[in-house]
């Protein structure tokens, strides 16, 4: 077994001969995480998609600005995939452009995708970039849960709206190529907006069209136009979607074609999960930090290694989040979000990795600020502690439950 980057090193086969999958999604995902300004052309500068040899990246040698996470071990990771990639016969052949980044705080976006061109026959791969391992990226996570459309959402549909459009108009219907979308954490949660959206468009055409001829709508079913073109879409361990969404028109026309996956200890892809199956991935690393696609194994043969379900403490998490989720309000959900921020935010590490490595010494200052929030709040965060399998964690639960019976 390995992970992602013992995968490109050792399959050799074109997608010609094995099938892209969602191992290569993966691949592609993480790499959306290098920063390419001024290395690749920018989005929408073009009249058609507009890439370059992704060998070139290795060229520029601009390491330094490329891999600008908070880990050096995750920017050595991610430069390890980067190699493996220009090095393949699977992957060198790749192009990779349409680079797009923004970042406005007064919105809370934060926003980045880039276009891989798999060959004429394979068409592209839209990337989305997610969140780091950062609190903050979490509480981004979070955040899309609880909010929606929220900017980056929007941002993601006008990328791949664009694509779409940008590669159709100067090809026959016949020749025009299909494009996949995907991405990690949250950004396979922005692919799955994006598609759910131009199926709405498309859906808003074709009623509009059946209006005009005086005809009724169709009330299910696959809904005709560009959205036909998405042949899928991934999510790799991505929050889902609001109730409301997952029962759309939109989404429902969608649904038979995306693709989750989540590791077996996952907890920010079980967010709002709902309806589309996932697939249980085994990983290397221990609870919250399974996150990470670095940590996700894949097998001899070029699948993921397979659980059979989520650890029992993802399980917990899971259904506790989501009954909170159920019993309060919209504007509690935002303060208990922010409230939770601030309490991990206090032990002074802004990595999730630091954070655990540190948890002996992080955790009496959580508890500390966890006593100034409400008996909700507090027995939220007393379960998600449950999921980070540390002995000291134990004594964090049982003086939060004391805190709760004080209040009691």
Known sequence: MGNVVDYVRREFRGFGELAFSNVDSLVLSELSYMRLLGLVPVFGEAKSVATVPIRELLRAESYDGMFVSNSSEMNDYRLSLLRAVCESPRFRGLRVGEYAERLDESEQQQFAAMTFDLGADF?????????????VGWKEDFNMAVRCPVPSQESAYRYADSILDRTERFLSAKESPGIMIGGHSKGGNMAVYAAMQITQSDLEATNERAQRLGLLPALGGSVPGRNCRISRIFSHDGPGMPQVMVHSRAYQAIAARIDKTVPESSIIGMLLQSQIKPTFVKADAISILQHMGSSWQVTQSGEFERASELTGGAQLISKTID??????????????????YDIFAAAGYGNIADLVANWTNSLPKIVAAARGTDVETRELIKDVLKAIPASAAKVAVGELRNDKEGDA
Not at 123 to 135: E, I, N, P, W
Request: hydrophobic fraction near 35%; avoid cysteine.
């Open 123 to 135: 068409g592209l791969y839209v990337a989305f970039r997610g969140t780091d391992g950062t609190l």
């Open 323 to 340: 009954g909170w989720f159920d019993r309060v309000s919209q504007e509690q959900r935002e303060r208990a979000i922010n409230q939770i």
